[in-house]
């Protein structure tokens, strides 16, 4: 079996590569699995100071692999341990994400992206909402402007996920931009005491873990129920079929 996540230490700092192009890098059960399993070992390693979450290809994550997606459950377990781990993680992004990417992006305590970076929340032309995903997004983003795009599922841009809270940071160039607005990020991290940097953490992701603790058994019962429904399947199949849903005006 391929390996889905790749894990790569340099001076304190564990970079983790979501390694799925076949399917844009779409949460399936063996992509979320992986990825637990490399942010527990990066956890429990005394010389990592942050996580770099990062990924090959075109896009960051297309969310639900729609074909094999993971149980919502292991996916909410997945954002609770991110939110949980006593480390920073930092997400590197230089292409699109769509819906459930965009929670996987949201839970990361800092967010770096590139030019070429869109973002969508493509759930209500599926027949599905934003559930799971709503817990570490809203406490961080614009109320008004999560409105509209959870709503409108319309995409946008680095400097409008800059400006709505969704990245900390957007680079005007490419791979090479985004890794040099990080350096500081890094070197800062870095230079961070462990004790500190759990704490620290602790305070600035408390909002995100107050809400994945409190509606996380209710949203995921929510997505679990849209996916079963009959309009998630039509808008689903609408979108292998390359059409539009049957409710479209």
């Given at each position: 079996?391929?390996?889905?996540?790749?894990?790569?230490?340099?001076?304190?700092?564990?970079?983790?590569?979501?390694?799925?192009?076949?399917?844009?890098?779409?949460?399936?059960?063996?992509?979320?699995?992986?990825?637990?399993?490399?942010?527990?070992?990066?956890?429990?390693?005394?010389?990592?100071?942050?996580?770099?979450?990062?990924?090959?290809?075109?896009?960051?994550?297309?969310?639900?692999?729609?074909?094999?997606?993971?149980?919502?459950?292991?996916?909410?377990?997945?954002?609770?341990?991110?939110?949980?781990?006593?480390?920073?993680?930092?997400?590197?992004?230089?292409?699109?994400?769509?819906?459930?990417?965009?929670?996987?992006?949201?839970?990361?305590?800092?967010?770096?992206a590139g030019p070429r970076?869109?973002?969508?929340?493509?759930?209500?032309?599926?027949?599905?909402?934003?559930?799971?995903?709503?817990?570490?997004?809203?406490?961080?983003?614009?109320?008004?402007?999560?409105?509209?795009?959870?709503?409108?599922?319309?995409?946008?841009?680095?400097?409008?996920?800059?400006?709505?809270?969704?990245?900390?940071?957007?680079?005007?160039?490419?791979?090479?931009?985004?890794?040099?607005?990080l350096e500081p990020v890094?070197?800062?991290?870095?230079?961070?005491?462990?004790?500190?940097?759990?704490?620290?953490?602790?305070?600035?992701?408390?909002?995100?873990?107050?809400?994945?603790?409190?509606?996380?058994?209710?949203?995921?019962?929510?997505?679990?129920?849209?996916?079963?429904?009959?309009?998630?399947?039509?808008?689903?199949?609408?979108?292998?079929?390359?059409?539009?849903?049957?409710?479209?005006?």
């Open positions: 079996m391929a390996t889905l996540v790749h894990a790569a230490q340099a001076t304190g700092i564990t970079t983790l590569t979501l390694d799925s192009p076949a399917n844009r890098n779409a949460l399936s059960e063996e992509l979320v699995a992986a990825l637990r399993a490399a942010l527990a070992a990066a956890g429990a390693d005394p010389a990592v100071r942050a996580v770099v979450l990062t990924h090959t290809g075109t896009t960051f994550c297309a969310g639900a692999d729609l074909k094999s997606p993971c149980d919502p459950a292991d996916f909410l377990a997945l954002l609770r341990e991110i939110a949980e781990l006593p480390k920073p993680v930092v997400a590197r992004v230089t292409g699109h994400v769509r819906a459930g990417g965009l929670g996987l992006l949201g839970v990361c305590d800092i967010a770096a970076s869109t973002y969508a929340f493509t759930e209500t032309h599926l027949g599905l909402a934003p559930a799971v995903i709503s817990m570490p997004l809203l406490p961080r983003l614009d109320p008004r402007a999560a409105a509209r795009y959870f709503l409108t599922a319309e995409p946008f841009d680095a400097p409008e996920a800059a400006r709505i809270g969704l990245i900390t940071l957007h680079a005007t160039e490419d791979a090479d931009g985004v890794d040099k607005a890094l070197a800062g991290l870095r230079k961070a005491s462990p004790q500190g940097l759990a704490a620290t953490k602790a305070l600035t992701a408390a909002a995100v873990r107050e809400v994945l603790e409190r509606d996380g058994a209710r949203l995921t019962e929510l997505s679990g129920r849209l996916f079963a429904s009959a309009e998630a399947r039509e808008g689903i199949t609408a979108r292998f079929e390359r059409r539009d849903p049957a409710w479209a005006l």
